[in-house]
């Protein structure tokens, strides 16, 4: 698909993360994504939410491509563990008092 014919009706009809990379002409390793499937989508979206709604269509899709190959590469040299971008990560249970949070009088 070259830069002309991408269009962001397409892009919203892409389903799987190896999509979004043939898509936007992107080289991946399909171990990486099969490993950190998720968790680049979850980076992905992240970064596109901020984009700007109202500049033009081309410049979103390349706004878009270059998302997605930061959150590729953040995960070729980090984990899911340490990135924890899902609420379970970031979120404390209610019933547990953290060693750090004890305090000597």
Known sequence: ?????????????????????QFFGLAY???V??????????????LVKD???AQP???KLKAY????QTAYDLFLTSSSVEQKLFKVFQDRPKNVVMLSDITVE
């Not at 698909?1 to 990379?21: G, P, S």
């Not at 491509?65 to 997605?68: K, S, Y």
Request: overall charge negative; hydrophobic content about 35%; glycine content about 0%.
């Open 33 to 46: 994504v099969n490993v950190n499937r998720l968790h680049i989508l979850r980076k992905f979206a992240q």
């Open 1 to 21: 698909m070259t830069t002309l014919t991408r269009t962001l009706a397409q892009f919203n009809q892409l389903k799987d993360a190896e999509d979004y990379f």
């Open 29 to 31: 390793d399909p171990q």
């Open 65 to 68: 491509r270059q998302a997605l």
């Open 51 to 53: 984009e700007d709604k």
């Open 57 to 59: 269509e081309e410049q």
